[in-house]
């Protein structure tokens, strides 16, 4: 046997051994490698709660604010996402904003506090995933006026799993 013939069965070898390892490692299910140490990439497998759809529930003004707008509630890998966006909002104030038990116009006490809107935006990242947030229901998210006037409430949505077909009448 010449040289190149060992050469390159040692590289077929070298190859199915890798693909062999590579499918016999318990941290890989289904092609997606579910935790390999820090360094490693990350493929996620498109799974059922991934594919949840995002929740927009309508923001309608109260106390003649004018404020209305759409909360959006996106699954992120196990956690909710919340990216909030109003028209009429005042510039520069900081509106206090929560998720509360209930329904409007008079929801209930706080179940989870919120980032400010400021300039008619808010993004938060809450540690709960969004089916566990729906399983929850009633709720509802809820704008106060300032963080000096937080009895006046400028803006409120029911979360409901009706909210959606809400938007699009």
Known sequence: MNINKLFVIGAVLIIVGA?????SDPSIKDGAIMQKGEDAMIVEKTSDAMMQKDKTVPLVALNDSK???????????????VTVT???APAGV???MHIHTGSCPTP???????????????????????ATLLSRLPLAINVHKSMT?????VSC???????EAMMQN
Request: aromatic share 10%.
């Open 94 to 96: 900081s509106q206090p």
């Open 157 to 163: 949505g029911d979360i409901s799993l009706e909210s």
């Open 19 to 23: 693909g062999w390892f590579a499918f």
């Open 67 to 81: 404020e209305e707008g759409v909360a959006v509630f996106s699954d992120i890998g196990g956690k909710t996402k």
């Open 108 to 130: 209930g006490t706080v179940t989870y506090p919120l980032v400010s809107l400021v300039d008619g935006k808010s993004e938060t990242i809450l540690d709960v995933p969004l």
């Open 149 to 153: 006037e937080l009895k006046s409430y």
């Open 86 to 88: 109003i028209a009429g």
